[in-house]
């Protein structure tokens, strides 16, 4: 098998030409963006907007920075544009039941107006009824009701005087009520004077005092019946003089509202309690040290007990324009449904429904309301509160001491308002996922999943719209704008950041960070404009910042505290390479890899499993090699060897199989006993037929080598084993490019572990011949003869155990 030619330095990087794109800087293009790239999830946003069935709510799935919010937004605020503003909604007073406040709608605007309307009255109330009570007229009718009553108490006692006088006996009034004496020659008689009498005299006179009190105690009895009747005229007079003096006011508001049927039923119920409580409106001196201090106070009129005829606007729709659209970055359960708030009097914690406030779900109801998925699943209880939401469609309020259990006390119960909102919800794929498996709830209620990707495809509009975004960046942050040249280095970082050299990623947030730091730099070298070598600069101050820990590892490897071996050459020994990440940074570093081999039953023993220190996919790659193995030297005997695989120093978990081709190279290196040239490292992971297969991190992974030959002084041999398929991936450093030009270093794209072993060896790897053998000088023919005498050892040391066991 033909070994690869190395890859030119061309095939290590898609440049994007500044003189490709259409502008010379910035300045030149439109500062309107849309996001690009994102066509499957833009039809799943318009599809689920335009869905209005129960359930078409939509999650925004993929990684955070990929511009799903901002997507949104823009869609959701052109469309809402469009649409009819949503009702109104205030709570007013339940005068049938005050723990059950009434949510009525108006019209967009109407609610402060009605609001207005009622703080009108109210002060109106406040002047026309005590003005109706202070009137002559009244104080004619009230003083004539009194008269009556004490006419008539006056006229019947003046009667039973009259017949008292004729039987010769006096009513005296004294403090503690009236009292009958004899009287003679106009004189009351005394105690002495009464003593005096004749027997049958005085008899005569204690029978006519006891007529006299009974008649007394029945006009007494008749006082109270008086006094009833008296106060019912009062109560009449007074309802009579208080409904003459509101229906004005209540006629012209009533006729504003007739067309509005729970308007219109709240005002009679007004009406009715403001003349049955006439009383109120009468007080002077209102006792401020038990009025808590309310929003909705402000003129030295109010108090709390006025309350009841007022109105608590929740949602005002007077200044939006279309269909709101609301971001709720706080997702709690009161954020979203509403709370009912509590103010401290006397000791104690009051509500009425004058401290009913909105939620999101309020603020959104006829549009659109946007919420961050993981947030909100860190809010107690405000999940399934949406939940329940959307499922009942209506917001109800409850207080979340109510929800909690912990207040046995009665709190409000206002009345549901009726809920038409479309939900998105902003997440990464694995919360879709795992609430999309675990809760039943979930799929019926967000029956819309709008992917949004990680990438898109790299062709001249997408580096337009990298360009238009820039500018709108620049525009916002106030920078120096961009010329061409700088914004084919971002293009070109966008590529890197992809993983791909033929896409753009779509990782918005990092291009913006990207942007701001190049201004930074552009500032500090006082250019007009934005440059490449402002971007480049920007681009190196980041790894410089985040290299700390490579630059620690690499001088632990120049100090041989680890041993990577870049010049000779070793038997079963190999450089692998890895990728660590640390934040939202990588970086690759080489990893020795090492094995042994001795006689055994054919199978190949991962040190890291035996220990629990590989990761499940490392394993599997180890049981590949068994395969490859069993495969090309099993068919004619059984292996007869025992092999152990390695990676020297390493302290913690190795996972992955992207080492398994470098393991299968020193494999073969040691069962053919040819050394393996350590001034190549490999990486790639292999199937059991030998195909080098694709891995992650490739241009981490050869920049960390790199960097290593680098500082140890590149001499011309070393390099790097790709797997042919991770070409498209290569977006490398201007250095390393620049060393494959001057062929100071190699990278070699492999498909296949014979074209690997040959490069490593400098042995060709031997196809198999028609009789089945290896080519004798080759790696496969020196591995086919050490596994041959491995087991015709192993069957001589089997016969020599048995013969011995016959003699004894």
């Known amino acids: 098998m033909p070994i690869p030619e190395p890859l030119s330095h061309t095939d290590l990087y898609n440049r994007c030409d500044p003189e490709s794109l259409s502008f010379k800087s910035t300045k030149e293009l439109d500062e309107a963006i849309t996001v690009s790239g994102q066509d499957r999830a833009h039809e799943a946003i318009r599809f689920g907007v335009g869905m209005k069935h129960q359930g078409f709510n939509i999650f925004a799935l993929g990684p955070a920075g990929t511009g799903k919010q901002t997507a949104l937004e823009n869609y959701l605020e052109q469309k809402a544009t469009d649409e009819p503003v949503p009702l109104d909604w205030c709570y007013v007073y339940n005068f049938a039941d005050m723990r059950r406040p009434m949510a009525i709608s108006l019209p967009a605007g109407d609610a402060c107006g009605f609001r207005d309307a009622m703080e009108q009255l109210l002060e109106g109330l406040l002047t026309v009824v005590p003005g109706a009570f202070s009137s002559e007229e009244y104080q004619e009718q009230e003083k004539n009701i009194k008269e009556e009553f004490a006419e008539r108490q006056a006229s019947e006692i003046e009667k039973l005087e009259k017949i008292a006088s004729e039987k010769n006996i006096a009513l005296i009034r004294t403090p503690s009520g009236f009292a009958f004496a004899p009287v003679k020659k106009g004189e009351v008689v005394n105690a002495e004077e009464f003593m005096r009498l004749k027997s049958a005299e005085k008899e005569a006179i204690e029978k006519e005092i006891g007529t006299l009190k009974e008649s007394m105690q029945s006009i007494m009895k008749q006082i109270p019946k008086w006094q009833r009747e008296t106060r019912k005229k009062l109560n009449e007079l007074n309802r009579q003089v208080a409904a003459f003096a509101v229906k004005p006011l209540f006629s012209e508001l009533k006729n504003t509202y007739k067309d509005h049927k729970a308007i219109a039923g709240y005002l009679d119920d007004v009406e009715k309690d403001a003349v049955e409580h006439f009383g109120q409106f009468l007080e002077k001196d209102h006792d401020k040290q038990q009025t808590p201090i309310s929003p909705l106070q402000g003129k030295e009129t109010d108090s709390r007990r006025f309350n009841p005829y007022r109105v608590n606007v929740v949602i005002d729709n007077c200044k939006t324009q279309g269909a709101p659209v609301i971001y709720e970055d706080k997702p709690s359960i009161q954020n979203l449904v509403g709370d009912i708030e509590h103010l401290a009097q006397m000791g104690t914690l009051v509500t009425d429904f004058t401290l009913i406030k909105a939620g999101a779900l309020h603020k959104a109801n006829g549009g659109y309301l946007i919420l961050n998925a993981r947030r909100l699943m860190m809010e107690p209880l405000a999940y399934e509160a949406l939940k329940k939401a959307i499922r009942t469609r209506q917001i109800r309020i409850e207080s979340l001491a109510q929800l909690y259990g912990m207040a046995s006390t009665l709190s409000l119960d206002p009345e549901p308002i009726p809920l038409d909102t479309k939900i998105i ?26 992917d949004f990707d990680d990438d898109m495809e790299r062709d001249h509009d997408a580096h337009l719209f990298y360009a238009a975004f820039i500018s709108s960046i620049i525009r916002q942050e106030k920078l120096r704008h961009m010329d061409a040249s700088a914004v084919a280095r971002v293009i070109e970082y966008g590529s890197r950041l992809s993983g791909d050299s033929s896409k753009l990623s779509t ?15 552009a500032d500090e070298n006082n250019n007009d404009l934005i440059t490449h070598g402002d971007v480049q600069q920007a681009i190196d101050a980041r790894r410089y910042r985040a290299g700390r820990v490579p630059e620690k590892i690499e001088d632990a490897i120049l100090q041989n505290t680890i041993l990577i071996d870049t010049e000779s050459e070793k038997v079963g020994q190999i450089n692998g390479l890895s990728v660590y990440t640390l934040g939202n940074q990588s970086f690759g570093k080489p990893s020795r890899i090492t094995t042994r081999i001795k006689m055994g039953k054919g199978e190949v023993v991962d040190i890291e499993r035996e220990v629990d220190m590989g990761g499940p996919l490392h394993s599997k790659g180890v049981l590949i090699l068994n395969g490859f193995l069993g495969g ?9 060897l025992s092999a152990t695989l390695v990676f020297e120093q390493s302290y913690g978990e190795v996972d992955g199989d992207s080492a398994s081709s470098a393991e299968l190279y020193a494999l073969l290196s040691a069962i053919s006993a040819r050394p393996v040239k350590q001034c190549f490292a490999v990486t790639g992971s292999v199937n059991q037929y030998g195909g080098v297969q694709a891995i992650g991190g490739v241009n981490e992974k050869i920049e960390g080598f790199f960097d290593l030959c680098l500082k140890r002084g590149l001499t011309g041999k070393q390099g790097v084993l790709i797997p042919a398929s991770n070409t498209r991936n290569l977006m490398l450093r201007e250095d390393v490019r620049d060393a494959v030009r001057e062929n100071r270093f190699f990278i070699y794209p492999v498909n296949h572990v014979d074209e690997g072993i040959e490069i490593l060896t400098g042995i060709p790897a031997g196809r198999k011949q028609d009789d089945g053998s290896y080519p004798d000088d080759s790696i496969n023919g020196l591995a086919v003869r050490t596994l041959k005498a491995m087991a015709e050892k192993q069957k001589k040391q089997k016969e020599n155990s048995n013969t011995d066991n016959e003699n004894t």
């Not at 902003?426 to 999309?436: A, K, M, T, V």
């Not at 990782?507 to 730099?521: A, K, P, R």
């Open 507 to 521: 990782h918005i947030q990092s291009i913006t960070d990207l942007v701001n730091e190049s201004g930074y730099y």
């Open 632 to 640: 090309r030297f099993g068919q004619d005997q059984p292996l007869s």
């Open 425 to 450: 919800l902003l997440g990464e794929r694995r919360l879709y996922y795992l609430l999309s498996a675990h809760d039943p709830d979930f799929n019926e209620l967000f029956k819309v999943a709008a």
